[in-house]
Every structure is written in structure tokens, then in C-alpha cells.
């Protein structure tokens, strides 16, 4: 959806198979996950002033990192954790950075309703076109949790009433 605006998407993975499905996924450059030498070329790729915005699936590993890469006010959305971490504040402080934590389930009904609106628009225009992974039957719902927390998960699996 952000290439779809305009914008320059880095995405990372730590396996070919995620790096494959990042590039599917439509990220413009696509690096091996937090490494030294891929935060360098983050900031190369952003002439040197960092993202102005992070999508963070994994913040008890990464915001630290995220808050040092971090362009000058920009926002690490967290949109994934598994546990706790102990970050020093003024890293968002020096940056006045944004950290913003984000759950569906707390919009507003209206907030809800439009952005249904919008993802159905981004994908009758063929902007935003996800990549299906696996198919399970509903039944097999704990089997598809389990392969998101595993790491086993490619793509979105798809929970089947049929």
C-alpha cells in the first residue's frame, strides 16, 4: 500500500524465502534483517537521514535498533511484540520520534469502516495484492497460529469454512 502512494519501501528478512516474499509484497529495495551492514545500507538508501517511518513486527527485538536508524521525527509503528524490552528513551528523545502501538481491534467503528474501504480499494486497483501462502480448513485455525508463531507462516494463510 505505501509503494502503491508513492513512497520508497526498504523491506528485510533473514531468509530468502521472506526476502522473495517482501519483493512480492512490493518493497522497492529488500535486505537481510538487521544486520550491521544492512542498516548502513538503509541509511545509504535514505540519503543518510533514516526512515521517517518503521512497521515494526517484532518490537522486543527491534525498536532499539528502529529508534537508531530512525529518521528526525519520524514513527516506529509497532504492530508486532512477543515480550518485553528495555529501550533508553532518549534515543525517541534526541530524534523526537514518534513510538505509536497499534491493534485493529481498538478502532473506532468508523476508523474500522474506512480503512475496509480502503483496502478494498488498494486491491480492486490491483495496488495491493497479497501473497497467499497457505490455505487450512477453520478447523486447523490453531495449526495457522501456530505456523505465525513459529516463524512457519509464508504469506497469508487463509482459513477455510469449505
Known amino acids: 500500500m505505501a509503494k502503491g502512494l508513492g513512497t520508497t519501501v526498504i523491506g528485510t528478512a533473514s531468509t530468502e ?3 522473495a516474499l517482501v519483493k512480492a509484497s512490493g518493497a522497492t529495495h529488500v535486505l537481510d534483517h538487521i544486520t550491521e551492514d544492512s542498516m548502513e545500507k538503509i541509511m545509504s538508501l535514505t540519503q543518510e537521514r533514516g526512515p521517517d517511518v ?5 518490537a522486543n527485538v527491534n525498536l532499539e535498533t528502529d529508534l537508531k536508524i530512525l529518521a528526525p521525527y519520524g514513527r ?5 511484540n512477543r515480550g518485553s524490552i528495555e529501550i533508553n528513551p532518549r534515543l525517541a528523545m534526541m530524534k523526537e520520534a514518534d513510538i505509536l502501538g497499534l491493534a485493529l481491534w481498538n478502532a473506532l467503528p468508523d476508523e474500522y469502516e474506512e480503512s475496509l474501504h480502503a483496502v478494498e480499494a488498494f486491491l480492486q486497483t490491483g495496488i495491493l495484492h497479497p501473497e497467499i501462502g497457505e490455505v487450512l480448513a477453520l478447523e486447523d485455525a490453531k495449526k495457522a497460529h501456530e505456523q505465525i ?9 487463509i482459513l477455510s469454512i469449505d
Open 54 to 58: 518503521i512497521i515494526e513486527f517484532l
Open 76 to 80: 516506529v509503528v509497532v504492530v508486532g
Open 149 to 157: 508463531i513459529n516463524h512457519k507462516a509464508h504469506g497469508k494463510i
Open 17 to 19: 524465502e521472506g526476502k
